[in-house]
């Protein structure tokens, strides 16, 4: 068995500079998706190169807002990439638009076969799937999710992912480490290499955890102070910070680590600015800690 603490899952040289493909939407107003991964991943020295899902006015938490659906574009828009022979080291997936980006990013494996395969599989939280996920989106991404170096749900994200029911006053935040090692084994059976299940808050403790584990590895759980407030975007900024950290030659467990701090770290930043609980999280003033993993 390897510790999370010894699996480097990419290796960083000196002086180069990875390039990312980043398929997420793009939100105009609310920080999230690839409003978060473009800086996270820019100050931890990687050339993020965005695949956008969608285009929307706002996070979708909002009670109005606008989307423009970019199935439609995205196989002239990656295909035209192979005619000027990008380069990409990691394909970092998170909230899609339909079923058929799926089938999107299934090229950009083929077309980038050693690239990392990070998939943020973006459903759904305390268990309620998002508005725009239909019940096919939902398969997809769990076929997507079998595929993952590392995949980075929720519990209900899990849940889903695993075909297990998700209740309507099932909170989906409080299992025990058993619960999570056989949630965990269970996406790793399903063809997932390395699983960070995150947010579990159990009832009356004050901190929130995330396990890591994985193919031949020991699981590790890191926990940070439960904060008594949600953001929108936190699981986005989790996640790239994760993937920032990993693409900077962190170990796993440094990863897990370091993306739970910035986490917590930036919800505190967050509450201090006007309406933060609706227009997502702000990390903006602690990118600086970011560009110190490349230290
Ligand atoms: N209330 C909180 N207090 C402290 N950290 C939090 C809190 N909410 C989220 N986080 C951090 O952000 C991570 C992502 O959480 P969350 O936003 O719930 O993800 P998702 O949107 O994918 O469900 C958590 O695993 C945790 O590390
Ligand atoms: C359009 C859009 N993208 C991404 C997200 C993901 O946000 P989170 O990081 O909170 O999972 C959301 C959630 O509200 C959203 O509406």
Sequence with gaps: MTSANDLHLYE???????????????????????????????????????????????????????????TSIMEDYTNAWKGIGVEIDAVYSGFLGAPEQVDRIRDLYETYPNALRVVDPVMADHGKVYPTYTPELCDAMAELAAGADILTPNLTEAAIILGEPIGDDWCGTDISDAEA??????????????V?????????????????????????KAANEYL?????????????????????????????VFAGD???????VSAKQPDFKNRGVSFEPLLGKVAQLLG
């Excluded at 960070?196 to 590895?217: A, H, P, T």
């Excluded at 989790?238 to 897990?256: E, F, I, P, T």
């Design 12 to 70: 960083r040289r000196d002086d180069y500079i990875p390039r990312v493909a980043a398929v997420h939407d793009l939100c105009g107003y609310g920080k999230c998706s690839l409003g978060v991964a473009i800086p996270v991943l820019s100050a931890a020295g990687c050339d993020v190169c965005p695949v956008p899902t969608g285009l929307f006015s706002s996070h979708t938490a909002f009670p109005g807002w606008y989307m423009h659906d970019t």
């Design 181 to 194: 090692a056989r949630m965990i084994d269970a996406l790793v059976a399903k063809g997932a290499k390395h």
């Design 196 to 220: 960070v299940l995150k947010g579990i808050q159990r009832e009356g403790e004050s901190v929130i955890r995330n396990f890591v584990g994985g193919v031949d590895c020991d699981m590790f």
């Design 228 to 256: 008594p407030y949600m953001l929108h975007g936190t699981g986005d900024l989790y996640c790239s910070c994760l993937m920032a950290a990993v693409m900077a030659g962190r170990s796993l467990r440094d990863a897990v």
């Design 262 to 268: 910035f986490t917590h770290d930036a919800m505190i």
